[in-house]
């Protein structure tokens, strides 16, 4: 698979709320994106002014999302065509080892561990100039868009 699809062609998620700017490399098991933390995010004047850093639920947003791209990718799927999107259906063993800041750069890789009906479940890792900020498992699956 080729790197060039445009994120929101493949999820739903729009800024604010879209936190993966570019898929860097994907295969059928594991996908290779970046956030670049821009320090005019609104969620830092309220997020430790003065000490921002980036919440780590949104850090943790950002590894679900490009498990939903890897998700569109492996299907070959646009939510706008079928009428399905990913949704997040269980998150486990998050652990947060390192802060991340404002002018940072993410670089996050979800890898698929297994497949059990239209739930996948992955493994993510986001690093911080190749130091691990935060890891977490989860389940994301495919569901049907109300009319």
């Known amino acids: 698979m080729q790197a060039a699809d445009p994120v929101t062609a493949l999820i739903p998620h729009r800024p604010p709320f879209l936190w993966v ?44 999302q490009s498990g ?6 492996r299907n070959h799927t646009v939510p706008k065509k079928n009428h399905q999107f990913p949704v997040l259906t269980r998150i486990g063993g998050a652990k947060f080892k390192r802060q991340v800041r404002p002018g940072d750069i993410a670089r996050m890789k979800v890898t698929l561990t297994e497949i059990v009906s239209t739930a996948c479940f992955f493994k993510g890792t986001l690093k911080v100039d190749d130091k ?6 989860f389940v994301c699956a495919m569901v049907e868009s109300r009319p």
Not at 29 to 53: A, V
Not at 68 to 73: E, N, Q, S, V
Not at 132 to 137: C, E, I, L, N, T
């Open 21 to 64: 700017d570019r898929i860097i490399s994907c295969s059928e098991d594991c996908i290779l994106t970046e956030k670049y933390i821009s320090p005019d995010l609104d969620i830092f004047r309220g997020h430790f002014p003065g000490n921002p850093i980036m919440p780590g639920v949104l850090l943790c947003e950002a590894l679900f």
């Open 68 to 73: 939903a791209l890897l998700m569109a990718r």
């Open 132 to 137: 691990v900020a935060v890891q977490v498992d």
